[in-house]
């Protein structure tokens, strides 16, 4: 039975440690900027870099842009996208979001002899999710986006995990699901946050 009392003293001085790092979690931050590596599977598999960033100027609304890069065997492709968003608090560590991009596509063939040939196109991504912070280091991100440029249209669900190495610098990986190509697109990548 003194087990029990010595447990009962452990969960109170837990709960309020806990309680004590709940309070010093920051609040999740739409004012960054992200740059770095991505890889797709599938059979082309091609990687590249991407480089993306959000500025929150307001508590509820924000601007967010950016530029990602895929290439292999010859074959590149560029998507860049620029648009707002808004946040709407669930509570002090979490907020869900939705967002409107416009978004400019090109796709560069470099054939031998020949030179390169390439097409562009227009449309627009809407993207719904949530991010959460779960300790002072570490937030998550969830999120469902679809996008239709041209004749296209692709479905993504993904998640980001980022830890923060510090106030202004942090880490981060995701991982996101092409729906209609049952394909993968990893990424590793770094954030500064202003």
């Known amino acids: 039975m003194r ?66 890069q895929l290439e292999k065997s010859g074959v590149k492709q560029q998507v860049m996208s620029l648009g707002g968003g808004m946040v709407m608090p669930v509570d002090s560590r979490t907020d869900v979001y939705g967002e409107l991009r416009l978004v400019r596509a090109k796709i560069t063939v470099k054939m031998p002899w020949i030179g390169s040939v390439s097409d562009s ?29 041209g004749d296209a249209d692709e479905t993504f669900i993904g998640g980001q995990g980022v830890y923060r190495l510090h ?17 993968f697109l990893f990424e590793l990548g770094g954030r500064f946050n202003f």
């Open 3 to 68: 087990w029990l009392g010595k447990l009962g003293w452990v969960l109170v001085a837990l709960t309020l440690v806990g309680a004590e790092a709940v309070a010093d979690t920051p609040q999740v931050s739409y004012r960054y900027l992200d740059g770095g590596y991505q890889k797709m599977t599938g059979d082309l598999g091609p990687d590249g870099f991407f480089l993306r960033g959000s500025y929150g100027f307001h508590e509820r609304f924000y601007v967010a842009g950016g530029v990602d």
């Open 121 to 149: 196109d227009s449309g627009f991504q809407v993207e719904a999710g949530g991010r959460m912070m779960l300790s002072p280091q570490w937030e998550a991100r969830a999120f469902l986006r679809y996008m239709d440029v």
């Open 167 to 183: 106030e202004q610098f942090a880490l981060h990986a995701g991982a996101s699901r092409l729906m209609d190509a049952s394909e």
